[in-house]
C-alpha cells in the first residue's frame, strides 16, 4: 500500500487530461479538486484534495464528467487505468459501469413500451421465447411484470454477479437464468409475492435482457446500440462482452479494495443488461442530461414523458424504474451507482435544475466517489444537498446530560459517551462518531445526514435517543437502557457466548417475527465479522445460528465457508455436504467443496 501511495502522490498531478473546459470553469475544476468533504460538513473542518484522498484509499484512476446549466462543463482524467503499464486516465478511458448499466438498459425497454411492443404491467412470459420464468405459487397469485423487473419489485431473485475472469467458461443468459453450469450464480426465481415490495435484483434485469432479445429478434448490444447508445451519441459505450479486441487498448484495469489487480484485469459479464456497460463519463453524463430534458419535454432521442415514470417512486419511495430516486429537503435528484469487480462508480444529476455528475474508477472505493460528488455539490452550490453546520460551544454539563446507552433495537445499542472533552456517538461496536451540538438537544455527526436528538417522551417522560431526517416527526423508540441491562450481541462480543446464545434462542422463541433477530440479520453479523477477519468470531455465530435454525441448508453453508477460511478443512467438508443434502442448487457450495476434496 505505501508504494501505491508514493506512486499516486508523484504521478496524478501530471498524469490527468481534461476535455478542453471552458476558461471560466478551470477556477470551479481546481476548487472540486481541493474540496472533498465528509457526508456532513462541520465549520472549520479542512477539506480534502483529490490526490490525498486517492492515496488515501488506494484508487488508481478516476474519470469524472460535470453537468452544469444542462450540459456538460466539464470532463477530466486523474490518475493511471493500469498500475503496472502506467497509462494515464483520460476522457476516452473505458470503464465498467457495473450497475449503472440497469438504467440505460431500463431506457431501452421503456423505448419497447413507447413503440407498442411491451405492456409494461402485462405478464412478462408473454414476450419471452427463449426461456420462460417457471410459475410457482407466487406467479400463480401474481404474475411478474416489467415495471416490477425495473422497480426490483417482482419478487426476483440473485441480487448480483461477480463476472468471469478470463480463461474460464462464460455462460449464455439463458444458463444465467436457470443456474446452469458455468453459471457460477443460482437460478433466477421468483421467491416473494411479485409486487409485494422492493427488492433488489439484478436477475430481474437478466429476464428483462432476454425480453428485448426475444421481442427484437437482435443481440442485446445490437438492441442497445439501435435503442439509446446509437441516438444519445454516446459513441464510446457499448455493452458487448467481452469487450471487442480493438477497444481494450482503451480499457481501464480494475483493482479490488485491497489493492491487487482483478484477476484477468476485468471480468466479463454475459448478464450485460445489470452490469455489462462499458462507457466513459461523458457518454454517461449524455445520458443523463436527456432524461432530464426528456422530464421536461425537451428531447425525444430516445423517450418523451416516459422519462417520468424513470424517476417516479414504484413500490419504494426511493426507486423509479431503473433510477434511485433520491429527495433532499423539497429538491429530487436520480442517478444510479455501479460495482463490478475492480470497478466502482457513480451518476447522479437534479431533475429539474440541470446539474449533475457522473463518477467513474478502476477501484471498489465507494467512499471516494461520494466525498468527490460533494466536491462537486458544494463548488456548483446544489441545492440541499451538502449539510453544513456550525458547531456551538457544549459545555461537560451538556455532555453529561446525554451519555447513556440507548436501545437502538432488538439488537443493537447507542451509546453516547464523554471522552478528553468530547462527545461521542457509537453503534455496538461500529466506529466511533465524534457529536457536534447544534442546538440545545440537536447534534450532528460528519458521517452521517441524520440528525441526533436526545429528549423525553412526553408520554412517560423517560430519555430517547431520536434521529432526526428532514421533518419527520420524532419516534420515540429507542429508550435509555438500565444499567447491566444488554443485547444478544454484547454477550456476544463480550466472549460469553453461551449467553448469547441462550438470549437469542430466548428471544427467537418469543419474537419469531422479529426483522432484527433472525436467521437473516444473525448470519448478517457473522458475515460481518468474517469480512473484518474475525474469523473464529464468525465461526462462533454462525455456529449460534445453526443451533435457532437447524432446517436451514444455508446457515451450514455459512459456517462451512468460516471454517473453510479457519483452515477447519474436514469441519469445512461435512458442513457443506450438510447443507448441500438439504439444497442442492447451490454452484458456490459444490464449487468450495470441490476445492477442499481436492485439496
Known amino acids: 500500500m505505501r508504494n501505491v501511495i508514493l506512486f499516486l502522490a508523484a504521478f496524478l498531478v501530471g498524469a490527468c487530461t481534461s476535455r478542453q473546459p471552458a476558461t471560466d470553469e478551470s477556477p470551479k475544476i481546481q476548487q472540486v479538486e481541493k474540496s472533498l468533504v465528509s457526508p456532513v460538513r462541520i465549520e472549520g473542518d479542512s477539506l480534502w484534495t483529490i490526490e490525498s484522498r486517492m492515496a488515501h484509499?488506494?484508487?488508481?484512476?478516476?474519470?469524472?464528467?460535470?453537468?452544469?446549466?444542462?450540459k456538460i462543463a466539464w470532463s477530466k482524467g486523474y490518475g493511471v487505468m493500469n498500475k503496472e503499464r502506467k497509462e494515464p486516465v483520460t476522457t476516452g478511458t473505458l470503464f465498467q459501469a457495473g450497475s449503472i448499466s440497469k438504467p440505460v438498459a431500463a431506457y431501452a425497454a421503456l423505448r419497447l413500451v413507447h413503440e407498442g411492443k411491451i405492456d409494461p404491467e402485462g405478464d412478462v412470459n408473454q414476450y419471452l421465447v427463449s426461456w420462460k420464468l417457471p410459475d410457482n405459487e407466487f406467479t400463480q397469485k401474481q404474475k411478474v411484470t416489467l415495471n416490477q423487473l425495473l422497480s426490483h419489485s417482482g419478487g426476483v431473485t440473485v441480487h448480483g454477479f461477480p463476472g468471469y475472469p478470463p480463461g474460464v467458461p462464460v455462460p449464455t443468459l439463458v444458463q444465467v437464468l436457470n443456474g446452469e453450469a458455468?453459471?457460477?450464480?443460482?437460478?433466477?426465481?421468483?421467491?416473494?409475492?411479485?409486487?409485494?415490495?422492493?427488492?433488489?435484483?439484478?436477475?430481474?434485469?437478466?429476464?428483462?435482457?432476454?425480453?428485448?432479445?426475444?421481442?427484437?429478434?437482435?443481440?442485446?448490444?445490437?438492441?442497445?446500440?439501435e435503442k439509446v447508445l446509437g441516438p444519445l451519441q454516446m459513441t464510446s459505450s457499448t455493452y458487448e462482452q467481452p469487450l471487442p479486441a480493438d477497444r481494450l487498448p482503451l480499457a481501464a484495469t480494475g483493482y479490488i479494495p485491497d489493492g491487487t489487480m482483478t484477476q484477468g484485469e476485468r471480468h466479463t459479464y454475459p448478464e450485460m443488461a445489470a452490469a455489462g456497460l462499458w462507457t466513459t463519463a461523458e457518454d454517461l453524463a449524455r445520458f443523463a442530461i436527456d432524461v432530464q430534458q426528456a422530464y421536461r419535454g425537451q428531447s425525444e432521442k430516445v423517450l418523451e414523458k416516459e422519462a417520468v415514470a424513470m424517476l417516479t417512486p414504484y413500490h419504494s419511495e426511493n426507486t423509479g424504474l431503473g433510477m434511485r430516486v433520491d429527495k433532499h429537503g423539497e429538491d429530487i435528484y436520480f442517478g444510479h451507482g455501479g460495482w463490478d469487480e475492480g470497478f466502482s462508480s457513480d451518476m447522479i444529476a437534479h431533475r429539474d435544475k440541470g446539474y449533475g455528475v457522473v463518477v467513474l474508477t478502476n477501484s471498489n472505493h465507494p467512499p471516494f466517489i461520494d466525498e468527490l460528488i460533494r466536491a462537486v455539490a458544494l463548488t456548483y452550490q446544489w441545492s440541499n444537498y451538502v449539510p453544513s453546520y456550525t458547531p456551538l460551544s457544549m459545555t461537560p454539563e451538556d455532555g453529561q446530560k446525554i451519555v447513556g446507552r440507548y436501545r437502538y433495537d432488538s439488537d443493537g445499542v447507542s451509546t453516547v459517551f464523554a471522552k478528553d472533552g468530547k462527545v461521542y456517538y457509537q453503534y455496538t461496536d461500529g466506529e466511533l462518531m465524534e457529536l457536534f451540538k447544534?442546538?440545545?438537544?440537536?447534534?450532528?455527526?460528519?458521517?452521517?445526514?441524520?440528525?441526533?436528538?436526545?429528549?423525553?417522551n412526553p408520554g412517560d417522560d423517560k430519555l430517547y435517543l431520536v434521529f432526526r431526517q428532514g421533518t419527520n416527526p420524532p419516534t420515540f423508540?429507542?429508550?435509555?437502557?438500565?444499567?447491566?441491562?444488554?443485547?444478544?450481541?454484547?454477550?456476544?462480543?463480550?466472549?460469553?457466548?453461551?449467553?448469547?446464545?441462550?438470549?437469542?434462542?430466548?428471544?427467537?422463541?418469543?419474537?419469531?417475527?422479529d426483522q432484527f433477530i433472525n436467521e437473516r440479520a444473525i448470519n448478517g453479523r457473522g458475515y460481518d465479522l468474517l469480512s473484518g477477519g474475525k474469523i473464529k468470531e464468525a465461526k462462533a455465530m454462525f455456529a449460534i445460528n445453526m443451533e435457532l435454525y437447524p432446517k436451514s441448508a444455508n446457515v451450514y453453508d455459512s459456517y462451512a465457508e468460516a471454517c473453510m477460511k479457519n483452515g477447519d478443512k474436514d469441519e469445512a467438508i461435512k458442513y457443506y455436504r450438510k447443507s448441500l443434502a438439504m439444497n442442492s442448487d447451490n454452484p458456490r457450495a459444490k464449487k468450495n467443496l470441490e476445492s477442499l476434496i481436492g485439496k
Open 57 to 70: 484509499y488506494g484508487v488508481p484512476g478516476v474519470s469524472i464528467a460535470v453537468i452544469a446549466d444542462g
Open 182 to 225: 458455468p453459471a457460477n450464480t443460482p437460478p433466477i426465481r421468483v421467491d416473494k409475492l411479485p409486487g409485494e415490495g422492493f427488492r433488489y435484483s439484478g436477475g430481474g434485469y437478466c429476464i428483462m435482457q432476454q425480453m428485448l432479445i426475444d421481442i427484437e429478434a437482435k443481440s442485446f448490444p445490437e438492441i442497445m446500440q
Open 438 to 456: 447544534v442546538s440545545d438537544s440537536t447534534f450532528a455527526r460528519r458521517e452521517r445526514t441524520a440528525l441526533i436528538q436526545i429528549m423525553k
Open 477 to 513: 423508540d429507542r429508550p435509555r437502557m438500565a444499567e447491566g441491562e444488554k443485547v444478544p450481541f454484547e454477550c456476544f462480543l463480550a466472549g460469553d457466548y453461551a449467553r448469547a446464545k441462550a438470549e437469542y434462542q430466548s428471544f427467537v422463541k418469543a419474537h419469531p417475527e
